[in-house]
């Protein structure tokens, strides 16, 4: 096993790329990306497919033997931080990232050896300026390609057999609080990339690269003028908004900064993200909606121009970033076949969209303990917001349900459309919000907020839920202990699978909740389960390894009820279940059986 | 997701100046002994060769009190910062008194405040640049450098001059201990044309640099709603400690000149409360 650093490598890793040749590979190089996908034994894209329904045509796992599911291996990743992504299976190799410091591994399927290795060489300013501990949500493949995102801003394609650097673009600058934990998405000849951070007022964006190259191909801003949004006359939604809903030249302090997971239509050609909070904590020192942050955007992923883009929640006042999962599913909704996209908002409420055009066809609430907006207009999408769950400068408010980290967060739920339910990991944590607090940075006076978060109406701090998009309704609650801060992955064997952050993996009936078999692993869970088959058998992979923002209490070390943001007074007992520490673990049915 | 919650807003500074004589009674912790948390590896706040200017008021406090100082030494910038360090130091109660908190800080017991400073613009005297207050017209042209995470940092995203700004952090414990203000060395190399940070945090320094010039950063309404530059500071006993509290409270009121002038012999300047509430 050799560590493959970027310094030294360049066009001759082209070449021998090309030489290459791995079983499987020759042939799969052949077919598109999107074909790639359909074959159910591999899993070769971060959400499985392009529409990100996590949901696997297997079957070889059945809600009757699920129960005898064990251990089929397992592997160190060499990690201690938050395992927030998933591993892909490409042909016979199982390729994974690592938490910071962003170690990335191929495994042969046959006999686990690793193939190889790569971590990149980071700028360590990076850890210091990342907000919700230093997790990675995985690698993309595309054209015998891993590409890779690092924690400081680096995008960096390998070859995917020898692990050789292709190309290396620098996407965000870590010196300016930005930094890069999503997966990327590769669509066509373009890898998407996302940003995170946006601290120090930076505008959020959006990045295509060409795949070949690294070469820049577009970038489009969250704010500011149509020309850095890339909207066309094909918008349509306003113009210029991204200027005139912002007091003054704010807008180029906007954030809505694009850390989250991306989604894409073939048959539209569009691509599907949503973008974060403004810029400005204070609220009150920025009026207007502040468009376009917390919006779901609709992109042309050749061009980067925007189609259509519906704000979420105008004038965020409690850091609702609205960059969760776009899931595509054709569905029933209100008693019309639809193309939809069904996003689970961290603010509480589920949106149900016409993909095609962005108008809103449904937004319920997916907990029922939300309280901050009693209902969202259908015809403008705008939340009918409570003043009283409203933070502002100048008054403590109690009480506002969700916390800031939502009712659910990045962790990405699962289409299953055997049973027509979305099956959605949730959070369930309510805050108060303490506006006039003097605050320390060692040294340095300053007057902040003080947000506390604690558990909802109940107890439970998450639970998974099943969601029937047909009427917006919840089917059926799994409470969890701790935020349900990891995905899920439903499989055509009726079975669903997600992990806990106190250590459990879990099956369950995709129908009813009801579990099936569940298995204690080294540490909390947060990542998102894959399934594959190798050598005719099934087989799930789950990364586990606990840390990111619902347990930035324990990733970090801080004990102080209000710090992360006032989540770690929402996990102050999480130690009594779990530990840091990151591993692959992969769970089989016997295979004698 | 954000790292900074800053809010701008007003703080009670009438109660500032509102001394509270303290009853006499038992001292808290060890009978004779005084203890102090400090971070030992930080100026021009505190070190543990006590060259710092909270070493200097440590020092003084337990002279007048009788009692032997006693450190205990955690560095105030690790994972959770100020905060964390509160939790693993005071309230583990491995100490009674932190010599340097803002007034009114959640989650200690404050002493009644002993001295009040301001966030400054600072610049060489040179350029004549003319810079009263976070809108002054020139700022637009100029690069300017911030501490990350403070009242500076939101004041120049309110203005967009953050755009040309440059970020400084000192509480970056990766960095090797400052023999001087990295952003003070910028201004020096004119990487950075003026800085703004706390002037405590660069006082001690700027008495060997004579070139530069320090100008309040006044308080502020002119974006809609308050921004605050000018903090009173205060000494912190645990949570409940009203008996150490009551202690500090009486050195304060009964020798406050000394504390003073400990503080301008390094370089801390003062600014008087109602100063701090200008503008407010």
């Known amino acids: 096993m050799k560590r493959m650093l970027v310094a030294g490598f360049s066009a001759c890793a082209l070449l021998l790329a090309v030489a290459g040749a791995f079983r499987a590979g020759t042939a799969q190089e052949r077919v598109s990306l999107s074909e790639l996908a359909k074959d159910p034994n591999q899993w070769v894209m971060p959400s499985l497919d392009y529409a990100a329904t996590r949901n696997s045509k297997l079957s070889e796992i059945t809600t009757d033997n699920a129960k005898n599911l064990s251990v089929a291996w397992t592997m160190s990743t060499g990690a201690t931080r938050g395992h927030e992504g998933q591993p892909l299976v490409v042909g016979d190799t199982l390729y994974f990232e690592s938490a910071y410091p962003n170690h990335v591994f191929a495994v042969d399927l046959d006999d686990y050896h690793t193939k190889w290795e790569y971590t990149p060489k980071q700028d360590p300013f990076a850890v210091s300026v990342a907000c919700c501990d230093l997790v990675n949500r995985g690698v993309a493949y595309g054209d015998g390609k891993i590409i890779v995102d690092a924690l400081d801003g680096h995008v960096i394609a390998l070859d995917a057999q020898t692990g050789r650097t292709v190309w290396i673009s620098k996407n965000s600058d870590a010196e300016m609080g930005q930094t890069l934990t999503s997966a990327p998405l590769i669509v066509k000849n373009k890898v998407i990339v996302g940003v995170s951070g946006g601290e120090f007022g930076v505008r959020g964006f959006l990045t295509a690269y060409d795949l070949n190259t690294g070469k820049k191909a577009w970038r489009a801003y969250s704010e500011g003028p149509d020309s850095d949004l890339l909207i066309g006359a094909d918008f349509t939604g306003p113009h210029n908004a991204g200027v005139s809903t912002w007091h003054g030249d704010q807008w180029r302090v906007g954030g809505g900064t694009t850390w989250g997971w991306y989604s894409y239509d073939p048959k539209l050609n569009l691509v599907y993200y949503g973008t974060g909070n403004p810029g400005t904590w204070n609220p009150s020192q920025r009026p207007g909606d502040n468009k376009w942050s917390m919006t779901i955007f609709a992109r042309n992923p050749d061009t980067g121009m925007a189609k259509w883009a519906m704000q979420m929640t105008p004038h965020d006042a409690w850091d609702y970033d609205g960059v969760n999962e776009m899931i595509l599913a054709d569905i029933n909704v209100n008693g019309s076949d639809v193309p939809a996209l069904v996003h689970f908002d961290r603010n509480g409420f589920a949106y149900e969209v016409d993909r095609r055009t962005g108008k809103l066809l449904l937004a319920k609430k997916f907990d029922p303990a939300v309280n901050w907006a009693t209902d969202i207009d259908v015809a403008t999408g705008r939340p009918h917001v409570v003043a009283d769950k409203t933070p502002k400068a100048g008054e403590n408010v109690q009480g506002i349900c969700p916390a800031a980290m939502g009712s659910k967060d990045q962790q990405p739920a699962s289409f299953d459309p055997q049973s027509g339910y979305f099956i959605v990991p949730t959070n369930h944590n309510c805050m108060d919000y303490k506006a006039f607090a003097v605050k320390y940075k060692s040294g340095f006076p300053f007057v902040g907020a003080t947000v506390k978060m604690y558990p909802g109406p109940g107890g439970n701090r998450g639970a998974v839920i099943a969601w029937d998009p047909s009427d917006g309704h919840i089917a059926w609650t799994d409470p969890e202990r701790f935020p349900a801060w990891g995905g899920v992955l439903t499989t055509a064997g009726g079975v669903a699978f997600y992990g806990t952050m106190d250590g459990w993996f879990k099956a369950i009936d995709t129908k009813s909740g009801k579990l099936l078999w569940k298995f204690h692993t080294p540490s909390g869970i947060i990542g998102n389960p894959i399934t594959y088959t190798h050598k005719g058998h099934q087989y799930v992979a789950i990364l586990s390894g606990v840390g990111g923002w619902a347990a930035l209490g324990l990733a970090a070390g801080l004990t102080n009820p209000t710090a992360g943001l006032g989540a770690v007074n929402a996990a102050l007992d999480l130690s009594n279940y779990t530990q840091l520490g990151g591993d692959l673990v992969v769970f089989s049915l016997p295979q004698n059986s | ?280």
């Open chain 2, 1 to 280: 997701m954000r790292l900074l919650l800053t809010l701008a807003a007003a703080t009670a500074l009438g109660t500032v100046a509102a001394f509270t004589p303290g009853t006499a009674g038992a001292t808290a912790g060890s009978a004779n002994e005084l203890r102090v948390c400090a971070d030992p590896d930080y100026l021009p706040f505190s070190n543990r060769a006590g060259a710092g200017f909270e070493n200097q008021i440590a020092s003084y406090v337990a002279r007048v009190l009788h009692e032997r100082l006693v450190y205990t030494w955690d560095s105030s910038r690790g994972a959770g910062g100020f905060d964390q360090f509160l939790r693993e130091t005071l309230d583990a109660k491995k100490c009674d008194v932190v010599t340097d908190v803002p007034y009114a800080s959640d989650g200690i017991l404050a002493s009644n405040a002993y001295y009040v400073s301001s966030y400054v613009f600072v610049f060489p005297k040179r350029k004549h640049y003319d810079i009263t207050s976070m809108d002054s017209p020139v700022l637009a042209h100029l690069k300017i450098g911030f501490e990350t995470d403070t009242p500076a940092e939101n004041g120049l995203k309110l203005r967009t001059l953050i755009l040309h700004a440059v970020p400084f952090d000192s509480t970056d414990e990766s960095k090797a201990p400052p023999a001087t203000s990295e952003m003070l060395a910028a201004l020096a190399s004119g990487k950075i044309a003026v800085g703004v940070t706390w002037e405590p945090a660069i006082g001690m320094y700027l008495r060997a640099m004579p070139q530069f010039d320090v100008v309040a950063v006044p308080n502020s309404r002119s974006q809609g709603s308050p921004e605050q530059y000018a903090f009173p500071m205060a000494m912190a006993a645990r949570s409940g400690d009203t008996v150490t509290k009551a202690k500090l409270d009486r050195v304060i009121a009964q020798h406050r000149a000394e504390l003073t002038r400990i503080l301008a012999r390094n370089g801390v300047r003062l600014y008087a409360p109602s100063d701090a509430a200008a503008g407010l």
